[in-house]
Nanobody, 127 residues
Framework: QLQLVESGGGLVQPGGSLRLSCEASGFTLDNHAIGWFRQAPGKEREGVSCISRSGGTTNYADSVKGRFTISRVNAKNTVNLQMNSLKPEDTAVYYC????????????????????WGQGTQVTVSS
């Protein structure tokens, strides 16, 4: 069974940090680009960050550049999202997603490219 499971969400004060992880089971992430998306209540799902199959290309939404860092550990079939300097507007459900790609140095920030999705983890930034 193909599955993505996110972890690491929670409640944090503004300025704090969280590290989200996404572990794949039932398939290997080696040939997949991976993305993190988020959806706040009443808003559309938006791309936060993505990482290419090779790991050499990363993209970030303007709103998180300089604060979030995506990384992948293929040996552990895992992708991480380190989130620093969190703001209340970062509050959302965060999802990881993947798609198979033949292009090692590209990743997409649009959700319709993605084939597999996790169930999401809640991140709440509040004092």
């Amino acid at each position: 069974q193909l599955q993505l499971v996110e972890s690491g969400g929670g409640l944090v004060q503004p300025g704090g940090s969280l590290r989200l992880s996404c572990e794949a089971s039932g398939f290997t992430l080696d040939n997949h680009a991976i993305g993190w998306f988020r959806q706040a209540p009443g808003k559309e799902r938006e791309g936060v960050s993505c990482i290419s199959r090779s790991g050499g290309t990363t993209n970030y939404a303007d709103s998180v550049k300089g604060r979030f860092t995506i990384s992948r550990v293929n040996a552990k079939n895992t992708v991480n999202l380190q989130m620093n300097s969190l703001k209340p507007e970062d509050t959302a459900v965060y999802y990881c997603a993947t798609y198979f790609t033949a292009f090692p140095a590209m990743c997409a920030m649009t959700p319709y490219m993605y084939q597999y999705w996790g169930q999401g983890t809640q991140v709440t930034v509040s004092s």
